[in-house]
Nanobody, 123 residues
């Protein structure tokens, strides 16, 4: 059974940084493209960033490019999202997700989802 467990969320002041982590288990991590998504209060879930199995491709949502960085460690079956210069509008539940094979980013078409971790940015 595939499981994704996010961690690292919390309360941070505007301008601060956080690193989210996602632990993947249940099948070979090296066959999975991974992504991060966010869902702000009262809004739909949206794409943040993705990373191919070999880290060669890392598409980002245009509005977040330059502040957020996605990485993965295949030996540890982990994916990370480093978030810098956080703003109150970044407040959301952040979800980790995986897709078997190739994922180009932008859509919510993923095979596996975590339960999310809440990030709150105070002004």
């Amino acid at each position: 059974q595939v499981q994704l467990v996010e961690s690292g969320g919390g309360l941070v002041q505007a301008g601060g940084s956080l690193r989210l982590s996602c632990a993947f288990s249940g099948r070979s991590f090296r066959t999975i493209a991974m992504g991060w998504f966010l869902q702000a209060p009262g809004k739909e879930r949206e794409f943040v960033a993705a990373i191919s199995w070999d880290s060669s491709s890392t598409p980002y949502a245009d509005c977040l490019k330059g502040r957020f960085t996605i990485t993965r460690d295949n030996d540890k079956s982990m994916v990370y999202l480093k978030m810098n210069s956080l703003r109150p509008e970044d407040t959301a539940v952040y979800y980790c997700a995986g897709k078997v094979g190739i994922y180009y980013g932008g859509t919510l078409d993923m095979d596996y989802w975590g339960k999310g971790t809440l990030v709150t940015v105070s002004s």
